[in-house]
């Protein structure tokens, strides 16, 4: 596990792009596994800069997310399809038909779990997964527990995930209580890891990831098993490594 200490969020932001778009450049028709949330948004900003100077060419990417909430509709402001596209697809040039966004609303979710992840398979399997992470340890929307799951799949949101994206919403109640999202075993078969934490908020769970045991309670500490895990952290976020 390599780690990148910056001294703030601009940084990581401006690493981070810098670190995409050279996996882009090195490999034109790369597979990228996509997060959402507040933290990858300024790595979206910059991603789009690039685009527009030149500097780099999406139109063999192909692209598939983590994650999506379930029961919101791929038009509402705090879903992820509209996420994505409001902050990089529709201000880059990658083909509609290579994007891939877990569906929330799928009405045979077990299956289409399973064909989400015969798609990446199919892909070639991702090059480089993005992944931010919650105050919890969770990393897509993996939270923690007695065991976690290999594949892409249904989960019941928990507490502290509810509170911290109800800040996304009018209030917490508004949250949706379930998502569907990449597993672990999903996301450890990547070729490249990324992981991006801003703000003290985050520090424990850096901690916890960077130097505690590995186990299902903080998923994000299945990391330390990676042989290209690398981690993008602001001077706050590593303040207690």
Known sequence: ???????????????????????????????????????????????????????????EVVTFNLDEYVGLDSSHPQSYHYYMHHHLFNHVNIPAGNIHIPSGNAADMAAFCREYDQKIAAAGGIDLQILGIGVNGHIGFNEPGESLSVGTHLIELSRETIEANSR??????????QAVTM??????????????????????????????????????????????AILIVDREAASLL
Do not use: W
């Open 1 to 59: 596990m390599k780690i990148h200490v910056v001294e703030d969020y601009r940084q990581l932001s401006l690493k981070a792009a810098t670190l995409v778009a050279g996996q882009v450049n090195m490999k034109p028709n790369a597979v990228l596994g996509l997060a959402t949330g507040s933290t990858p948004e300024g790595m979206y900003s910059e991603l789009v800069r690039l685009f527009h100077a030149g500097a780099v060419d999406f139109s």
């Open 183 to 228: 597993g672990m075993g999903s996301i450890m078969k990547a070729r490249r890891i990324l992981l991006l934490a801003s703000g003290k908020s985050k520090a424990k769970a850096i901690r916890e990831t960077v130097c505690g045991r590995v186990t299902p309670q903080v998923p994000a500490s299945f990391l330390q098993l990676h042989r290209r």
């Open 168 to 177: 996304f919403f009018d209030s917490a109640d508004e949250v949706p209580r």
